[in-house]
């Protein structure tokens, strides 16, 4: 465990610009082998996807289920996996922690936003700040800011905010921050304030720069939420309709 937690951390020191650590998101076991095999060297499981391949909607997975889920894919393959764990699921941040290292997860995503709203970002700092008190290095912990996803709508505070909600997340012992649907143009503004490594999401419809551009702007690592098993079941749908 030691060392998959230690390789996720290597990953993404010292990366140069353009480089970015591309993590694809595995759904459940199958598609986890072959990102793996493809020669990804980590893994990044979405919540969403993860969601949809058990049948429900995003955000209304029941925890066991989605550790389940986690440790089915942790299993099928020998590369780190961090995780989607939402908002924690309303779990103790001891207790996040134990369940993460029991489905062998040794990374994870907590983002701070519940039901469509900001959480206050001092109590959710604090929470962060347990959850690596507990998880004593185990754990690389990756802070999802959604002041792009559930702020205002104002573009220049989201920037803002992302930045000082980010600070007091690294603070408290995040080692990355992810400010989800970040637009491309603003990641140079949020990489000069954000101590660390930069999440950023790629989009995948031809709308956005591509992974590497993307490391170009600022992005330490790139993911990509649900849209691979999006476009797995369109594909499925695809193939479906030629058998008829």
């Known amino acids: 465990m030691s060392d998959g937690v230690e390789a996720l951390r290597a990953l993404h020191l010292g990366r140069p610009?353009?480089?970015?650590?591309?993590?694809?998101?595995?759904?459940?076991?199958?598609?986890?082998?072959?990102?793996?095999?493809?020669g990804f060297e980590a893994l990044a499981t979405p919540s969403a996807g993860v969601a949809a391949a058990l049948g429900y909607a995003d955000g209304e997975t029941p925890a066991d289920e989605m550790?389940?889920?986690?440790?089915?894919?942790?299993?099928a393959v020998?590369?780190?996996?961090?995780?989607?764990?939402?908002?924690?699921?309303?779990?103790?941040?001891?207790?996040?922690?134990?369940?993460?290292?029991?489905?062998?997860?040794?990374?994870?995503?907590i983002e701070d936003s519940t039901r469509g709203a900001l959480k206050d970002p001092r109590e959710h700092a604090d929470y962060l700040a347990r959850f690596c008190a507990a998880a004593a290095g185990r754990i690389f912990l990756n802070a999802r800011v959604d002041t792009f996803a559930h702020g205002d709508g104002?573009?220049?505070?989201?920037?803002?905010?992302?930045?000082?909600?980010?600070?007091?997340?690294?603070?408290?012992?995040?080692?990355?921050a992810y400010p989800i649907l970040a637009p491309a143009a603003v990641l140079p503004v949020l990489r000069s304030g954000i101590e660390g490594p930069l999440n950023a999401l790629a989009l995948l419809d031809g709308?956005?720069?591509?992974p590497a551009a993307l490391g170009g702007l600022g992005a330490t690592r790139i993911t990509f939420g649900p849209q691979l098993q999006r476009?797995?079941?369109?594909?499925?749908?695809?193939?479906?309709?030629?058998?008829?």
């Open 207 to 210: 709308d956005g720069p591509a």
């Open 154 to 176: 104002d573009p220049d505070r989201a920037v803002e905010q992302a930045i000082d909600r980010a600070a007091s997340y690294i603070a408290a012992g995040a080692e990355c």
């Open 231 to 244: 476009r797995a079941t369109a594909a499925a749908a695809e193939l479906a309709t030629g058998l008829r």
């Open 67 to 75: 550790f389940a889920a986690i440790a089915r894919i942790t299993r």
């Open 17 to 38: 610009p353009g480089d970015p650590l591309i993590l694809p998101g595995p759904w459940d076991a199958a598609s986890a082998r072959a990102f793996a095999q493809a």
């Open 78 to 109: 020998d590369v780190p996996v961090t995780a989607d764990v939402e908002d924690g699921y309303g779990l103790a941040p001891a207790e996040l922690v134990e369940r993460l290292l029991e489905a062998g997860a040794v990374g994870c995503n």
